[in-house]
């Protein structure tokens, strides 16, 4: 079953503004995970928080988890044309000695020049 | 260079014929997954291996079988493909050292089954 589901499914930003998605999942989690993938291609990790940060940054992408609303955003400020892609988010879960990652449906991002 | 590899790239097959995809990643890697994806559903895991001879069901395993005799390869076997079987497949693979799950992607695998 779909663990993390993306909201918006879809945004169009212009060059320079900044893009958030937000991910809601539905039960507890070890960490999660942000992905982009360029149309067609593999995906390409991006950032990971665990279940007991509230916020971290790399470069121009913010991501913050809210374990009690069972949330997270990814926010990429000032945004670039390369930036469109599709973005992911993953629930990693263990469980005894199993791990398993969970991925939503994904945001489409178009930035605009 | 860090990498997954993936083959075939493209494949188009017939109903009920017998076909592998290749993944091997050469990272040392644990942990190795397949997924596929399609439109409108996102990823949706196959199978996943913890790490040599240890296997286990994802979320989508109807249909597929894998194996992990070896820590670098993790094949994906379709006995017999059927056209809901059309898909984008992906493997991917990671360190399981209770530190980091980030995962390394293969480039993708296009398969359509006639």
Known sequence: ????????????????????????????????????????????????????????????????????????????????????????????RSGGSNYKLTFGKGTLLTVNP | EAQVTQNPRYLITVTGKKLTVTCSQNMNHEYMSWYRQDPGLGLRQIYYSM?????????????????????????LILESPSPNQTSLYFCASSSYDRVSYEQYFGPGTRLTVT
């Open chain 1, 1 to 92: 079953s779909q663990q993390g589901e993306e909201d918006p499914q879809a945004l169009s930003i212009q060059e320079g503004e900044n893009a958030t998605m937000n991910c809601s999942y539905k039960t507890s989690i070890n960490n999660l995970q942000w992905y982009r993938q360029n149309s067609g291609r593999g995906l390409v990790h991006l950032i990971l928080i665990r279940s007991n940060e509230r916020e971290k940054h790399s470069g121009r992408l913010r991501v913050t988890l809210d374990t009690s609303k069972k949330s997270s955003s990814l926010l990429i400020t000032a945004s670039r044309a390369a930036d469109t892609a599709s973005y992911f988010c993953a629930t990693g």
């Open chain 2, 51 to 75: 790490n040599v001879e240890v296997t286990d069901k994802g979320d989508v395993p109807e249909g597929y079988k894998v194996s992990r005799k070896e820590k670098r390869n993790f094949p």
